[in-house]
Every structure is written in C-alpha cells, then in structure tokens.
C-alpha cells in the first residue's frame, strides 16, 4: 500500500491528452513539492518533472506538471507510442521523514 | 557525463549481509545529496535511504530502519549500502540516484540514475 496514491492504469490514442492523478496527504504533497518519473520498459527510471511543474532539460513540453492542495496530476498532450511507459509520482514527507512514491501508472498507448 | 555505478549486489541468504557501492563521476558529487531506490521484481518504485552532501541529515524507509546503513565518501566519489539482516522481501534491484539539491529533507528530485545492482535474498 503505498502512501502516495496512482490509478495503475491509463491509456489513450496517439495524439490525445491523457492526465495521471497523484493523491496524497497534508504531510507530504500538502506541504512539499511533487516529482514525476517516467520508465520505460527495462530501463532505470527517468527524471519527467520536479517541484510541481518544472521540466528538466531534454524533457518536452508536452510533459506538464500541476498541484493542487494533496493532490498533483501529470499531463501528456500529443500522446506518442513512445511514451508507453510506467509513470511515477514521489514527495518528501514530513511526518515519516521519508521520501514516498505513488504505486505507478502504466500508461498503454492504444 | 554523469555516470552512477551500482556494484556488490548478488545472491544471500537470508539473515546475510551485503556491501552496495555506488560509483559517481561527472559532476561535484559532494555538492548533492544522494540515495538508495529499490525495485522489487515486477513492482513500483520504494525509497530505501537518503543522505545529505555531508552526511549531516541521513534518511531511512521504515522497512529498512535499524538493519540498512547509508554512508558517503566525497573524497572517494561514492555512495554505500550497508545491509543487514536481510530478508527476502529484500530481494529487489537497488538503484543508486542523485538529488537535484544538497539536502536531504524535501527531496528536490532525482535528476540522475544508475542502472541498478539486483540483490537476491533466498537460502
């Protein structure tokens, strides 16, 4: 169980807006900021989004990032095949002194 | 380039201990805080232990408190994993990552990955 919570599943056609939503609680995205991961098949997990809505270099900005109160969403506008991967969420937080991750979504491209 | 490193993971037994290091290069590694991340088989993604640039501020998951240990060595360029007391829910490949910032709390993002080192707790 984990603390931050995913849907396990989204999907969506190329070229369509899919949104993952990220819940979780006043101890940790209510008070700190939320990052994203993406990871493709047999690869190590990559950096997709940082304090909320920021994206690193190289990341397109397709890629968008939102929070609101405990909860955050990551959207995925022109949806590509290549962006068929596991998508994870993580936040500091205060009360475990930990960092948590959401269970992970896997996004199928139709 | 930044390159992470994992090495020493392997096959235990349970109740066995095992050494992870991680090597780091291409960047001024003790300007960073670093961590552990495992994934156990066909699983999600679980923070095992973090630790500040110097080694002020060290973090743990609580199903790893009391048995692992994280230290640094900034003059060595790289990370550790003590482990002890292993159990086969231990069993997970171990990701080494950079933070994007110094600290320890609020974890700005790990903005660097190595390829992980697999450990395998069976008898």
């Known amino acids: 169980q984990s603390v931050l919570t995913q849907p396990p599943s989204a999907s969506g056609t190329p070229g369509q807006r899919v949104t993952i939503s990220c819940s979780g609680s006043s101890s940790n995205i209510g008070s700190n900021t939320v990052n994203w991961y993406q990871q493709l098949p047999g690869t190590a997990p990559k950096l997709l989004i940082y304090s909320n809505n920021q994206r690193p270099s190289g990341v397109p900005d397709r890629f968008s990032g939102s929070k609101s109160g405990t909860s955050a969403s990551l959207a995925i506008s022109g949806l590509q095949s290549e962006d068929e991967a596991d998508y994870y969420c993580?936040?500091?937080?205060?009360?475990?002194?930990?960092?948590?991750f959401g269970g992970g979504t896997k996004l199928t491209v139709l | 380039e930044v390159q992470l490193v994992e090495s020493g993971g392997g096959l235990v037994q349970p109740g066995r201990s095992l050494r992870l290091s991680c090597a780091a290069s291409?960047?001024?590694?003790?300007?960073?805080?670093m961590h552990w991340v495992r994934q156990a088989p066909g699983k999600g993604l679980e923070w095992v232990s973090g630790?500040?640039?110097?080694?002020?501020?060290?973090g743990y998951a609580d199903s790893v408190k009391g048995r692992f240990t994280i230290s640094r060595d900034n003059a060595k360029n790289s990370l550790y994993l003590q482990m002890n007391s292993l159990r086969a829910e231990d069993t997970a490949l171990y990701y080494c990552?950079?933070?994007?910032?110094?600290?320890?709390?609020?974890?700005?993002?790990?903005?660097?990955w190595g390829q992980g080192t697999l450990v395998t707790v069976s008898s």
């Open positions: 291409g960047f001024t590694f003790d300007d960073y805080a």
């Open positions: 630790i500040s640039w110097n080694s002020g501020s060290i």
């Open positions: 990552a950079k933070d994007r910032l110094p600290r320890l709390r609020g974890a700005a993002g790990f903005d660097y």
């Open positions: 993580a936040a500091w937080d205060d009360s475990l002194n930990a960092v948590v």
